[in-house]
């Protein structure tokens, strides 16, 4: 199984941008889906997740400015991003908890994308 994330770039103080994360493999269903993002020098912190019912939360540091989805026919998730600050340039990660079926077993993984990286110019 694989997240491949898609999206990121140079973008200007209150623009927008879209991030994609898409998952691959032998997936039997994708449970929560989010979006964490790190800084240098910070700690990676939450962002937005999104169930597999499409029940949301936020950070509030981007309540009202962010919005995650996701497309479970595609098992995509997105997020978009509006009226960037500064503060909101980091690598972007995004994670999915993951249900794969091994006869005669169904376990549940937690999945990592590889980043990608949100620059906000001032």
């Known amino acids: 199984v694989q997240l491949q994330a898609s999206g990121g770039g140079l973008v200007q103080a209150g623009g927008s941008v879209r991030l994609s994360c898409a998952a691959s493999g032998s997936i039997f269903s994708i449970n929560a889906m989010g979006w964490y993002r790190q800084a240098p020098g910070k700690q990676r912190e939450l962002v937005a997740a999104i169930t597999s019912g499409g029940s949301t939360n936020y950070a509030d540091s981007v309540k009202g400015r962010f919005t995650i989805s996701r497309d479970n026919a595609k098992n995509t998730v997105y997020l978009q991003m509006n009226s960037l600050k500064p503060e909101d340039a980091a690598v972007y990660y995004c994670?999915?908890?993951?249900?794969?079926?091994?006869?005669?077993?169904?376990?549940?993984?937690?999945?990592w994308g590889q980043g990608t990286l949100v620059t906000v110019s001032s």
């Open positions: 994670n999915a908890d993951i249900s794969i079926y091994s006869e005669p077993f169904l376990d549940e993984y937690d999945y």
